[in-house]
C-alpha cells in the first residue's frame, strides 16, 4: 500500500515536471523586433522576433518559451527561444492600424513592438466631388481615392471626411458619415456625402470638405453652393 502511494506521489512529480514550463529567469532584458514594421491590411506578414538575454548577458535556455499578444491582426500565441531569440508571424486580417505588440515570458514584460497595417502604406489622398457646384440636388458626394509610394489603391484604409470650411454661414453643412470612418473599398475609393441646408435664394458660397487618414495624409475640395 506504501509503494503505491508512493508511486502515485512520483507520478505526480513526473506529470509536473513534464508540464513545466521553461521560461526567463528573473533579471533577463527582452528586446522585440518586427521585420517589416509596415505591412498590408490584407494578408501582410511581419516576423515578430523576442531577444532574451540572461542577467550575465548570455542568452536565454533553448526552448524558453515566449507568449506574443496583438491588438490588432493575428498572432502565433508562443514562440521558444533559439540561441536566445524566439520567432512568431503577426498576419494582418483586414483592419488597418498600428498592432501594438506584448511579448511576455516568465516575470519579463515587453511592450514596445508595433507595426503599422494598411494606412502606412498611403502616402497620397486625393479628393473629388460631384457635383462640384451644388444647386438643386443639395448634396454632392465626396470620394477620396488613397495611394501608396508606388501609385497604388490602398484598400481597407480608413478615412474620415470633414467639412473645415463653409464660407460666411456656419452649421448649414454636414458630412453623411457623421465623423465616424469610412474604410476605402478594393480600389481604394471611400465615399461620403456632404448635405447642405443653405438658403437657395442666398448668395453663393464656397465649402471646403477634407478626407483625411489614420496616418494624416489629406486633402481637400472645394464645393460652390448657388
Not at 23 to 45: L, Y
Not at 110 to 132: H, R, Y
Request: with cysteine; aromatic share 4%.
Amino acid at each position: 500500500m506504501k509503494r503505491r502511494a508512493g508511486l502515485t506521489v512520483l507520478g505526480l512529480s513526473l506529470l509536473t515536471c513534464h508540464q513545466a514550463i521553461l521560461t526567463a529567469p528573473d533579471g533577463s532584458t527582452m528586446t522585440v523586433v518586427v521585420n517589416p514594421e509596415f505591412i498590408p491590411a490584407n494578408g501582410g506578414v511581419s516576423v515578430v522576433s523576442a531577444h532574451i538575454f540572461e542577467p550575465a548577458g548570455t542568452p536565454v535556455a533553448d526552448g524558453t518559451v515566449v507568449q506574443f499578444f496583438t491588438t490588432l491582426g493575428d498572432i502565433d500565441e508562443q514562440g521558444k527561444t533559439n540561441d536566445g531569440v524566439a520567432r512568431v508571424n503577426l498576419v494582418s486580417d483586414s483592419r488597418s492600424g498600428t498592432a501594438k505588440i506584448t511579448a511576455i515570458s516568465g516575470p519579463i514584460v515587453n511592450s514596445d513592438g508595433a507595426v503599422e497595417i494598411g494606412t502606412a502604406q498611403v502616402t497620397l489622398v486625393k479628393v473629388t466631388a460631384d457635383p462640384v457646384h451644388i444647386t438643386d440636388s443639395r448634396s454632392s458626394h465626396i470620394f477620396a481615392n488613397v495611394y501608396d509610394l508606388d501609385g497604388n489603391p490602398v484598400a481597407n484604409v480608413p478615412v474620415i471626411f470633414e467639412v473645415v470650411q463653409s464660407g460666411t454661414t456656419s452649421g448649414t453643412e454636414s458630412m453623411e458619415s457623421g465623423g465616424r470612418p469610412i474604410h476605402t473599398d478594393n480600389n481604394g475609393r471611400a465615399e461620403d456625402v456632404m448635405r447642405t441646408r443653405y438658403p437657395r435664394d442666398a448668395a453663393p458660397k464656397t465649402v471646403t470638405v477634407r478626407a483625411t487618414t489614420s496616418n494624416d495624409k489629406f486633402d481637400d475640395v472645394t464645393l460652390v453652393i448657388n
